[in-house]
């Protein structure tokens, strides 16, 4: 038996059911489905880019602040009596050469301890950051106190574009970013 059937303001012939416009997805609705899920993973992706830099950016801080404090360590444990041997540090990371005496069963004065200790620790610098470099400032003693203090910076390129921070002084942010620490050996 043949009987027509009214199917959501259509009429189809004979037991034969199409179906209407709102079964199941058009081609249209899938794009936009698609366009939105395609502008969540960008932002995604954008997000997990950000945390990256901002990772690294944070690691850099902290072997800058480690190498930073290892040469205050250094200047501290040389700075022989009464502080004398402080002033040696001025300038010692300019040293080009390693000055050779810590191999030398003589041994090294403290003036030639200085120069290592800069020469190892730029070293260091430049293979532990990007562009890496440091800088020794042994400013001049408090009338005072007496007192002479010290200013280590360590200074890298954070955004990795070529800046050459290991010179001395290195330049300002936006270019390099720098790690300072000021102390009384």
Request: some cysteine; glycine content about 8%; proline content about 6%.
């Amino acid at each position: 038996m043949k009987h027509t059937v009214l199917h959501r303001n259509r009429v189809t012939p004979g037991g034969h059911e199409s179906p209407s416009r709102t079964d199941g997805f058009s081609l249209l609705e899938s794009l936009i489905a698609l366009v939105v899920f395609s502008i969540g993973f960008l932002a995604l992706t954008l997000l997990m880019q950000t945390s990256l830099k901002n990772t690294n950016s944070a690691f850099y801080r902290s072997v800058a602040t480690e190498q930073a404090y290892d040469m205050a360590d250094r200047i501290r444990a040389n700075r022989g009596d009464n502080g004398d041997n402080v002033v040696n540090y001025r300038n010692a990371e300019a040293t080009a050469d390693d000055p050779g005496c810590i191999a030398n069963a003589d041994g090294c004065s403290p003036e030639v301890v200085a120069d290592y200790d800069g020469w190892q620790w730029n070293r260091t610098n430049a293979q532990v950051l990007p562009s890496g470099g440091g800088r020794i400032v042994v400013n001049p003693a408090d009338p005072v106190t007496g007192a002479v203090s010290v200013s280590v910076t360590v200074s890298w390129d954070d955004n990795r574009t070529g800046n050459d921070c290991s010179a001395v002084p290195a330049p300002a942010p936006p270019a390099c970013v720098s790690f300072e620490v000021d102390f009384i050996p």
